[in-house]
């Protein structure tokens, strides 16, 4: 089974810290996801990378920025965080040639 | 952009009774999957159908898929209570990307 783990369920941050949020998959994927939930806006794709190093804009990208230094772990930085990034975020990830992605827990963040 | 989305209703069933959700989408499609997502976990991928295939089935689950109304249903059958989440339909868009819709909230009742 695929496992897909993020680094905290929740967290509550102070307006203009930094944050890191932590993907890691182990079933070797190439493809992963970050997306944030918010009620009546459904998942939104922040962003993407389909492999190492690479990277890709989702619909929502402003204000977030990814890093992927190894295949397994995909990061999610807030550079300064605001209340409006207050959300549950979800990182997923999906096999080459594949079309079903899989889902971490989700990480809820509070910035206040 | 959203390209799935479901008709927006919050069901509340009995166990032991079907529960039907739909969904809509606006262009055309390769394939249509539901996940489902319960109170506050991750999203979990329950079937995908192609867009050359009218129905499919898995364990209890029924999908179907009409592309000329360009919409889809999930069909849950003799539900529990294990069943109450919230389920959504994804169309593919773009590089691979999913499109999800807002969500049905399904409650069943023991």
């Known amino acids: 089974d695929v496992k897909v783990t993020q680094s905290s369920r929740y967290l509550v941050k102070r307006t203009g810290e930094k944050v890191f949020l932590e993907c890691v998959q182990d079933?070797?994927?190439?493809?992963m996801f970050w997306y944030r939930q918010d009620p009546g806006l459904g998942l939104r794709l922040i962003y993407f990378?389909?492999?190492?190093?690479?990277?890709e804009k989702g619909d929502i990208p402003e204000g977030y920025s990814v890093s992927r230094e190894k295949k397994e772990r995909f990061s999610l930085i807030l550079e300064s965080a605001s209340t409006n990034q207050t959300s549950m975020y979800l990182c997923?990830?999906?096999?080459?040639?594949?079309?079903?992605?899989?889902f971490g827990p989700g990480t809820r963040l509070t910035v206040t | 952009s959203q390209q799935g989305e479901e008709d927006p209703q919050a069901l509340s069933i009995q166990e032991g009774e079907n529960a039907t959700m739909n969904c809509s989408y606006k262009t055309s499609i390769n394939n249509l999957q539901w996940y489902r997502q319960n109170s506050g976990r991750g999203l979990v991928h329950l079937i995908l159908?192609?867009?050359?295939?009218r129905e499919k089935h898995s364990g209890r689950l029924r999908v179907t898929l009409d592309t000329s109304k360009k919409s889809s249903s999930l069909l849950i059958t003799a539900s529990r209570a294990a069943d109450t989440a919230s389920y959504f339909c994804?169309?593919?868009?773009?590089?691979?990307?999913?499109?999800f819709g807002k969500g049905n909230q399904v409650v069943v009742i023991p």
């Open positions: 079933m070797d994927h190439e493809n």
């Open positions: 994804a169309t593919t868009y773009g590089n691979n990307r999913l499109a």
């Open positions: 990378s389909y492999d190492v190093k690479m990277k």
């Open positions: 997923a990830t999906r096999g080459q040639g594949r079309y079903e992605q899989y």
């Open positions: 159908i192609r867009s050359n295939e």
